[in-house]
């Protein structure tokens, strides 16, 4: 048993078995050297001893606990991996699943859109009016339907398929944005106000798509008979770039601000706005494979501020 000593002192703990009954007994002793009070001279030697029998119940039953606790959590944990290992086989084969599944569905697609159109060629004529709406239906119909395996591919590859990590010059990535854009700035008569761009850590096609998405949005949910007016700009916060694009759109209701990140969310009627419900969720993703957040503030029939922050690009280490 441990002791410990001091001047004039010993103390322990130790077991003895009762003559007796033969039952362990475990005590606490402590010795110490009694003086004479006048002189200071040692007259004795006193032992002090107090049965710990409970004390040392307790604690064997707290190590028991512990070692269960401990047996406990490990069990737990590894049953947590072996989760996580069969979640992570499924979602990559979910997302081969989309991969493909998309990809495939491009041939018959194509399909439909050309004997729909070649059926409108030759044959439109022949066709009552009750025909030709319903051919109209099927060609809207397989263009939406590409719109929609265009995005799939889109969200499956930023989860199959990582593109390299470069620095970003985000004027040119806003001027290929405006480029493929042109035709709905175009039409909808829109005024962008891009201020000055810093350059980011980041894949430039993925980071081309989250503004094409952000910008085709502000051109899309405009206010009837308002022109849009977007601005894009950013502001330094120290380790990374905060973007902002502010429209004068319809803007959004406060208890759909994070709603519209999901999956296949519609706030609006197919008829009135084209789209698949994909957008904001391939920007939240790319936003956030880029190490970023995305978040929004908006008030209906005012507008809506997007903000998105990206790393910057590392400083050079000298050699």
Do not use: C
Not at 227 to 255: K, L, M, S
């Amino acid at each position: 048993m441990p002791t410990t000593r001091t001047q004039g002192r010993w103390a322990g703990d130790f077991r003895f078995r009762h003559a007796q009954t033969g039952e362990a007994v475990d005590v606490n002793y402590t010795q110490f050297v009694v003086t004479d009070p006048a002189t200071g001279a040692p007259r004795a030697l006193a032992t002090v001893t107090r049965d710990i029998r409970a004390r040392k119940r307790i604690e064997a039953e707290v190590r028991a606990l512990n070692t269960a606790l401990e047996e406990r959590v490990a069990e737990r944990t590894a049953e947590l991996q072996q989760a996580n290992a069969e979640l992570a086989r499924s979602n990559t084969e979910l997302e081969r699943f989309a991969f493909v599944a998309s990809h495939d569905l491009q041939e018959p697609l194509r399909s439909i859109a050309s004997f729909s159109e070649l059926l409108d060629r030759r044959y439109g004529e022949r066709l009552e009016d009750q025909g030709r709406q319903y051919l109209g239906y099927v060609t809207r119909g397989a263009q939406r339907m590409k719109v929609l395996i265009d995005d799939l591919l889109v969200f499956s590859r930023l989860n199959a398929v990582h593109e390299p990590f470069a620095a970003v010059d985000m004027a040119g990535v806003l001027g290929e944005v405006q480029a493929r854009l042109h035709a709905a700035i175009e039409d909808s008569g829109a005024q962008l106000v891009v201020g000055p761009l810093p350059t980011v850590m980041g894949a430039p096609e993925e980071l081309t798509r989250l503004f094409q998405n952000l910008l085709g949005n502000a051109l899309k949910f405009r206010r009837e008979g308002v022109p849009p007016v977007v601005a894009v700009g950013a502001q330094d916060e120290g380790e990374r770039w905060h973007f902002t694009v502010t429209d004068n759109g319809i803007g959004i209701e406060p208890q759909y601000h994070e709603r519209v990140f999901g999956l296949f969310q519609r706030l609006h009627v197919r008829d009135r706005y084209e789209g698949t419900g994909l957008g904001l969720a391939i920007v939240r993703k790319v936003a956030e494979r880029h190490g970023g957040a995305v978040w929004l503030e908006s008030r209906a029939g005012e507008g809506t501020t997007i903000h998105l922050t990206l790393a910057k690009v590392p400083p050079v280490t000298p050699l």
